[in-house]
């Protein structure tokens, strides 16, 4: 059967099979007088994925499914020290490890409206990290805060990018744009963390928070240039305000704030930057007792227009494309819920 161009029935990838083990300890060891706790860790990842017959796939450009296996020890050190009442100064050393998976690997999909298509990279390696977080927490319950401070470095970065014109793994023509999975070598994200939160009155509490993080990669075609990295997200502020009156009821005001994308790697094209935006959301429940709950919301209450750098950039939506509206988030809803525990 045809429908839009596409022959059914169909499979975009063979039939297969992805196992995975993790296996992780640690433990705890207490020193002066338990202010200072150190925690060392030790995980140990292994993962096979095998793809099976499948009649119903119909290979792209010859290709064929890839087995792949892979394991690895990845340790950890933690450390956390109270220098005064209600303040503690931590920092960790993480190692970290991750498989491609099923789809990264052995998808292909074709689009033969908006020509365009997903290609599958069997040369896909597991990605492996090294990283560095130091922080402060202070406060209790009513009043405190939290900053953090990270340094992460990444081997053979799993990220979904778009194809430059000329790159042997692009659909030919009339396929206008092709997206793969690839190792992207010496990438480095970096950036901080700040929350806060506030009991400024008995029933009333307020928090904040706000995130920052910069990212880049080495070019595969120009060793020695550093491009941004398009997976990071732009800074982010939240605001929140929790009402609760009662025991059985509240309120809550949220305010997201997202700056604008600014820092953009533009060589498989120039791809369309969302501006900054601010949406206001409001919740409420409703303990009616205490197996019932209702739960009320009203997202983007003030109706505002906007997009999601991360829907953007996996649309590989174009600057000057002719239908963003298509991409962006919805405007002013209402959702009602009842929950109900038997």
Do not use: C
């Amino acid at each position: 059967d045809q429908f839009l161009g596409e022959s059914f029935p169909k499979s975009e990838y063979p039939k297969g099979r992805m196992d995975q083990l993790g296996v992780f300890g640690q433990d705890e060891i207490y020193l002066a007088d338990g202010r200072l706790r150190l925690t060392p860790g030790l995980r140990y990842d292994q993962f096979k994925l095998e793809p099976e017959s499948d009649p119903l796939y119909r290979p792209v450009a010859g290709a064929s499914a890839a087995s792949k296996n892979g394991s690895r020890l990845s340790p950890k050190l933690a450390a956390s020290f109270e220098f005064l009442p209600q303040w503690h100064a931590y920092g960790q050393y993480v190692e970290g490890y991750r498989a491609p998976n099923y789809e990264q690997v052995n998808r292909y999909f074709l689009n033969n409206q908006q020509f365009y298509g997903i290609v599958g990279n069997s040369d896909l390696k597991p990605e492996t990290s090294k990283g560095v977080e130091l922080g402060l927490k202070a406060g209790n319950s009513d009043f405190g805060g939290q900053l953090a401070v990270f340094d992460n470095r990444y081997r053979d970065f799993i990220d979904q990018v778009r194809l430059a014109a000329g790159d042997p793994a692009r659909l030919p023509a009339p396929y206008t744009t092709t997206f793969q999975y690839r190792n992207l070598q010496n990438v480095s994200i970096r950036g901080y963390e700040l929350r806060g939160h506030w009991q400024a009155r008995k029933h009333l509490k307020l928090s904040a928070a706000y995130a920052y993080a910069w990212g880049q990669y080495e070019s595969n075609t120009a060793a020695g240039t550093f491009l941004p990295l398009n997976s990071i997200e732009p800074r982010r502020l939240t605001l929140a305000a929790l009402w609760t009156p009662a025991a059985d009821w509240g309120l809550e005001t949220r305010v997201r704030v997202a700056g604008k994308q600014s820092r953009v790697d533009d060589s498989a094209g120039t791809l369309f930057r969302p501006g900054g935006y601010s949406v206001v959301d409001l919740g409420g429940w409703w303990q009616i007792k205490r197996s019932a709950r209702v739960n009320l919301a009203i997202s983007n209450l003030f109706d505002r227009k906007y997009w999601l750098w991360s829907d953007v950039r996996r649309a590989g939506l174009p600057i000057g494309d002719v239908a963003p509206d298509f991409y962006t988030q919805p405007g002013r809803n209402l959702s009602l819920s009842l929950t109900l525990d038997l």
